[in-house]
Nanobody, 125 residues
């Protein structure tokens, strides 16, 4: 089992940047494919970005392509989401997720085994 803790959320003006972190504890972090999802008020949780175990492959939702970058540091048991050119529509609670022993990029919410508690990102216009 792995425990996930997100941090780095906050309030930012449109056009600004934030970097989210997701620290993992428990089993070997390098064995997990990781993903970021977000949930805005009144909406379902949606895929944002994902990365495979080694960090060699990534994927992004169309809405964030070119603005967000996912990365991971397996030595630090951490996955990051660098968010640039933020828009008000990026406002949501952001969650990281983990899937054990998967070396592929996973974009489907139901395929993840573990979730963090979420961090709020608010972008003002």
């Amino acid at each position: 089992q792995v425990q996930l803790v997100e941090s780095g959320g906050g309030l930012v003006q449109a056009g600004g940047s934030l970097r989210l972190s997701c620290a993992a504890s428990g089993r070997t972090f390098g064995n997990y494919a990781m993903g970021w999802f977000r949930q805005a008020p009144g909406k379902s949780r949606e895929f944002v970005s994902a990365i495979n175990r080694s960090g060699s492959s990534t994927d992004y939702a169309d809405s964030v392509m070119g603005r967000f970058t996912i990365s991971r540091d397996n030595a630090k048991n951490t996955v990051y989401l660098q968010m640039n050119s933020l828009k008000p529509e990026d406002t949501a609670v952001y969650y990281c997720a983990a899937r054990y022993e998967s070396d592929i990029v996973i974009v489907t919410r139901s395929e993840y085994d573990y979730w963090g508690q979420g961090t709020q990102v608010t972008v003002s216009s």
